[in-house]
Each structure stands twice: as C-alpha cells, then as structure tokens.
C-alpha cells in the first residue's frame, strides 16, 4: 500500500483540498497523513499540527516579509518572499512515506529552503500549484503580466520596478532550486495553470500533470431546497442568489463586478422577491451597503455542513474572480445541484458547461453577470458536476502519477 504525507499551511477554508484529498485516498486504501501549521477549529484525525515555536516563527516572518516588500502596490494581490520557515523534513510522517505533496504552505510556514530540506531526502515530491506562486518570482497570480515565461524582474507589482528586486531574487532560487533536484513533480488543478507551468520557464522542462481537486460529494450533495432556506429563515417561495470567499471584499474575488450586477438587476426589475445570502469573512457592512437586496451574512462558515446548506439555499451561486485557479466554492455549489455563474477565466471554465450547469461570462463584464443570473433563474438551470470531478476519478488519476513517477529514475541529492 502506498503512503502519502502532505504538507498544508491550514486544512480549513481555502486549504481543504488537501484534507479532502486525503479522505479519499484513504477511502481508496491509500496511506495519507497532513502536516498542517494551523491548528483547526475542530482538529481531525490523521493531522499533525506544527506547535507554538513554528506559529511564532510564522508571525515573525510575516512581519518580514510585509517590511521587505513594503513598496509592493496593495492591488494587484498576494506576492510572498519567504525568509524563515521551519524544517520539517525530519518529522516522523516522512519516513515511511513514498509521495511527498507539498500544497499551499505559505504564510510563514516553509521557506525555499525548507522545500529543499525536503527534497533532500529522495522521495517523489508532488508540488501541488493552488496558485501560481510556484512558477513567479513572487506573485501568487499575475494577471496579465508574462514576465514568468522568460525570467521575473522589474516586477509590476511594486510601486517602482527596478533591477534585481525581490521578485528576480525569488526567480533565481526556485530555477536553482528546481535545477537541481530531479524528484519533483507538479500538479497543476485546472487547464488553466497547467497549461502556464508547462510554459513557464521554470517548470516547462519539469513533469507537469493535470489533476482537478477532490471533493468529498457526500456532504455536498443536493437536498430539499425549501427546507434548506426555511432553516435559515428564508422565504422558500423567494429566490436566493448567493455569493462567499474567504475574504469577500478581496479585489481578487470581484465583489466590485457582483455590486454592480446586482444593481443592474435592481434596476431591470424584472426579478421578484430577492435575497442575497453572503459567507466568508470580511467588511459585511461595506459589503451591506453595496447590495440593493434584503441581505443575510452567513459570516465565516466553520463546518462543510452549514456550507453545504447555504448551497443548497441557493437559487444560484456567484463567482465573479478576476483571478482564479479552481475555486472551491464552484465545485461545492455544482455538486449541491444550484447553478454558478462566474467569469470565464482561469480554472473556471473546468467546471461549468455555458448555459448547461451554469454561465460564463465575459470577462470583468458586470452587465453580463447579470445576465447570466437572470438566465440561470429564468431557464431553471440545475449544478451538477462534469464527468471527472468525481473523488474515484480524482484518486485514479493519483495512481496513475504514482505509476508515472515509479518510472523516473530519482538521483540521489545532496
């Protein structure tokens, strides 16, 4: 049987694929154990959290970052220059496995040097891209800008781009790092970055695989929908449109582009008897004060259950990113059974058919949101995932790396 430890900052939130990955792993009688940096709400089984010294270096090197990187723009998103880290890679979960995944392990939690710790130790390491951070000198999405195809410098991202910044300090370290070491392997989730990394300079000579993120269907599943919203005392004869992310006033996720969808619809009229049911953390009363609906903060869900329920509730599911690999939040909604509408971008278009189980629309095109809205509830659409979503699909696509991987021969490194 093989065993797999994998190497996550937080298994709640944005970072459940891995927790969800190993449900199913183990469900196939695969060996699965998780680092984890922070501890959840509710611990699980099989979870190894880091203890206080790793969570102070974490605080410590976020303080450093945000300091070194001072001049970066607020903008455009997330750029990381990681500086501490903890060395795990003599922890007991090691030793007797045979795939090492590394997710999204950011936020203070490893270093590139920590990476290499890990990589010294001469097993396959599955380098699992969550976002483009992997293939950049630093910026965790890059929206529009290429400088990742030939070499990051003089990056966008900083109030003044100049020679050798950080974001050329940090593409030399992952082309070296990535040089020397032939155990590495990457999964890109969507089309979208696989087709990046297998481009990128630094990964275009690197074995790059496309493998979606698992989802455990038996708690996102479709139940009734009037007692969905009865218990969470809504009109069941009224229509919920539902939006959430992690952090929904980030620029990122385009709550911008949903207000002004909504305020189109407010003006069409032609919609009757609306609601917006809004999760994630958050400025709510900014978010309020945006909205032309009646409108219910769920605030920052704990449990997949409650989550599953808003879904549920839902008439229909907004995921209006600008930038975007492949968001959680559409798979969970498809496999609830109520349609998403969102733009056609990044991992997107993955899992939603135009028209069919949703709408894709044009890119940062508020009027279009709107109409995809209007048509989803008009036309009565229904979610539903595309053929190989399902978690059997996902762990048979796992082996076949594995089977993949047993072919390379891994050089010993020092």
């Excluded at 399902?390 to 390379?408: A, G, N, R, Y």
Aim: charged content about 20%.
């Amino acid at each position: 049987m093989s065993k797999v430890v994998q190497i996550q900052y937080s298994t709640e939130s944005g970072g459940s694929s891995a927790y969800r990955l190993q449900k199913a792993f183990l469900e196939a009688g695969i060996g699965s154990s998780i680092i984890s940096l922070q501890q959840d709400s509710f611990p699980k089984e099989n979870i190894s959290y880091m203890g206080i010294k790793s969570n102070v270096v974490s605080k410590i090197d976020n303080r450093l970052q945000v300091r070194l990187i001072h001049s970066k723009l607020d903008e455009p998103g997330l750029f990381s220059y990681p500086i501490l880290g903890s060395n795990i890679a003599q922890m007991e979960e090691f030793k007797d496995a045979d795939y090492i995944y590394i997710h999204w392990a950011l936020n203070g939690f490893l270093s590139l040097k920590n990476f290499k710790q890990i990589a010294k130790l001469n097993k396959p390491v599955i380098i699992v891209l969550h976002d483009m951070w992997p293939i950049t000198g630093g910026c965790h999405y890059s929206f529009g800008c290429e400088k990742y195809l030939i070499g990051c410098k003089e990056c966008p991202m900083f109030i003044k781009a100049k020679k050798n910044d950080f974001s050329e300090k940090g593409f030399s370290s992952k082309l070296k790092f990535y040089s020397k070491y032939n155990n590495l392997f990457f999964v890109s989730p969507s089309r979208w970055l696989y087709e990046c990394a297998k481009k990128a300079l630094l990964t275009k000579d690197k074995p790059v695989f496309y493998i979606p993120n698992a989802l455990d269907n038996t708690v996102f599943k479709p139940s009734d929908k009037n007692l969905a919203k009865q218990i969470l005392n809504i009109d069941a004869g009224g229509t919920v449109i539902a939006f959430g992310a992690t952090s929904v006033n980030s620029s990122r996720k385009g709550w911008m582009y949903l207000k002004k969808a909504l305020e189109i619809l407010y003006k069409e009229n032609e919609l009757k008897d609306i609601s917006v049911l809004v999760f994630g953390s958050g400025n709510n009363k900014a978010v309020a004060e945006g909205i032309p609906f009646k409108t219910k903060f769920m605030g920052y869900l704990m449990d997949e259950y409650s989550t599953a329920l808003v879904y549920n509730a839902a008439d229909v599911f907004i995921v209006p990113s600008i930038a975007d690999n492949q968001p959680t939040t559409v798979q969970e909604s498809l496999s609830c059974g109520t349609p998403v509408v969102g733009f056609e971008i990044g991992g997107i278009p993955d899992m939603i058919k135009h028209k069919e189980n949703g709408y894709l629309a044009k890119y940062k095109n508020a009027a279009d949101i709107a109409e995809g809205i209007k048509f989803c509830l008009q036309q009565k659409i229904k979610g539903y995932t595309l053929p190989g979503f399902k978690p059997q699909d996902i762990v048979q696509k796992h082996i076949e790396l594995f089977d993949k991987i047993k072919t390379v021969a891994i050089k010993s490194n020092k």
